[in-house]
């Protein structure tokens, strides 16, 4: 009964943490740990595995390039000579360049002398001797013809014939 009195005030003074301060006899190696050979073996054929791949994939990336520099040469689509272009019109290039040289030929024109149509004789002239001659000429007008010289009386243009057609005005 002794010994059951001690076992109880042992039990009694003990704390949580009394269970990890004591080793038991065998317990310095854990049995669940792994072991270090397969461990080795994996790395080694993982490292091996990566080789092999990577060398694969070497291979057939030349084997992709030398194929496609071979098809390159040789034509395998007869009808694929030249990239087509859209049907007209097409966009401008460099607009700015294209409206710069339009601009320079227009002016050229403007102020010289040149052949419009040699067959027929037709020239242009410099817009300042143009605008001087029809000044000293006065410019040309149509002839009026006697059956439109006189309105007949009553008669008056509408509003959509822009004065071709004559209407009876209304009394």
């Given amino acids: 009964m002794a010994e059951h009195a001690y076992q ?17 006899p065998g317990a310095g190696y854990e049995h669940t740990d792994a072991s270090v050979g397969p461990m080795v073996k994996f790395a080694i054929w993982l490292v091996i595995s990566a080789v092999v791949v990577h060398v694969g994939l070497a291979l057939m990336y030349a084997l992709l390039i030398r194929e496609s520099t071979e098809s390159a040469a040789a034509q395998r689509f007869p009808l694929a000579v030249a990239p087509r272009l859209p049907p007209a019109p097409t966009l401008q290039q460099f607009p700015r360049t294209e409206m710069y ?13 040149g052949w419009v149509d040699e067959n027929a004789g037709t020239v242009h002239i410099p817009i300042q001797d143009a605008m001087r001659l029809v000044l000293e000429r006065g410019l040309p007008s149509r002839q009026q013809d006697e059956s439109h010289a006189a309105e007949p009386v009553g008669m008056m243009p509408s509003d959509a014939s822009s004065g071709r057609v004559l209407e009876r005005r209304r009394q």
């Fill in 101 to 113: 040289e339009f601009r320079v030929k227009e002016e050229a024109e403007l102020h010289s002398y």
């Fill in 8 to 24: 109880h005030d042992a039990v009694a003074d003990a704390t949580p943490d009394d269970q990890y301060l004591e080793t038991p």
